[in-house]
């Protein structure tokens, strides 16, 4: 007669160990994705904050971006799309090379840490390297002149949580595939770039016809970009920058649902 089988003790905290391998596999190549979280702001800034921004400046209606030069216009929404591509590319391949290719979170759902635990830290270490990338943004930009006034540090957390809503549902698509990640692609060709350009980065969402407006209102990086121009630059109302936090932060709670529900039937299977 066979013994029954025991479920191994959740480890308190193991959220956390996920989170400390994955910085110190994050150790191998910490300083190319640093130096690309400066080099990359450093060339947007000077192609088009400087560059088509003095064309933009000089034209017929000083007024068209609420009389702020254009690159301190683009530059919150260039720091929030920057953690937004970060939090996307991190949460795709790398995240589900660990299930497809190196099955890493197999070995480490072996142990006393559960499915659940490897989805957070996974998000934690998300977070972890949006925050470093975002502070370093913040930095080219006060170089810049374009970072706004003491209420600019704000940008960094609102990016965080901008590119973490965006991310958890990658997430949940890489631990529900089982192709090679070819659906990464149409996520990065027909979600990432267009929600780039058409949500108010690079001009307001007004230019856009109305009948396809509401596209950019159900963006999260329109909101985040919001947001993160009010921190900027103020003139954001209270009860608009609650719709825009709520909004984010309703995203974010369902797909972290989603993407724990994911890799709990992928890992237990």
């Not at 007669?1 to 905290?13: D, E, L």
């Not at 965006?166 to 990065?188: D, I, P, Q, T």
């Not at 709520?246 to 797909?255: F, H, M, R």
Request: glycine share 12%; net charge positive; charged share 10%.
């Amino acid at each position: 007669m066979s013994s029954p089988s025991v479920t191994p003790a959740r480890i308190p905290g193991g959220r956390y160990l996920v989170w400390e391998y994955l910085v110190r596999c994050w150790r191998r190549y910490l300083v190319s994705s640093l130096a690309e979280a400066v080099g990359t702001p450093l060339l947007y800034l000077l192609a088009l904050g400087v560059g088509l921004g003095t064309l933009i400046d000089s034209g017929p209606d000083p007024q068209a971006l609420g009389g702020v030069d254009y690159v301190d216009y683009i530059a919150p929404a260039l720091l929030v799309a920057a953690a937004v591509q970060v939090g996307m590319g991190e949460s795709s391949y790398p995240a589900y090379s660990r299930f497809k290719w190196t099955r890493v979170f197999w070995g480490i759902t072996a142990t006393p840490v559960t499915p659940a635990q490897v989805c957070e830290g996974e998000l934690l270490f998300i977070a972890t390297r949006m925050l470093a990338g975002s502070s370093l943004y913040y930095l080219v930009l006060l170089a810049f002149g374009a970072a706004g006034g003491a209420s600019g540090l704000l940008m960094i957390p609102i990016g965080a949580l901008t590119g973490l809503a965006c991310a958890v549902w990658v997430l949940a698509l890489g631990a529900w595939m089982r192709s090679e990640g070819g659906a990464f692609n149409v996520v990065f060709r027909f979600v990432l770039i267009p929600m780039t350009l058409f949500s108010g980065s690079f001009f307001p969402i007004t230019e856009i016809p109305l009948a396809i407006r509401w596209l950019a209102w159900l963006s999260p990086l329109w909101h985040g970009n919001e947001l993160a121009r009010g921190a900027a630059l103020g003139g954001l109302e209270f009860w608009p920058a609650v719709g825009h936090l709520v909004y984010v932060i309703a995203l974010l709670a369902a797909g972290y649902l989603v993407a724990r529900h994911r890799y709990r039937v992928r890992l237990i299977v």
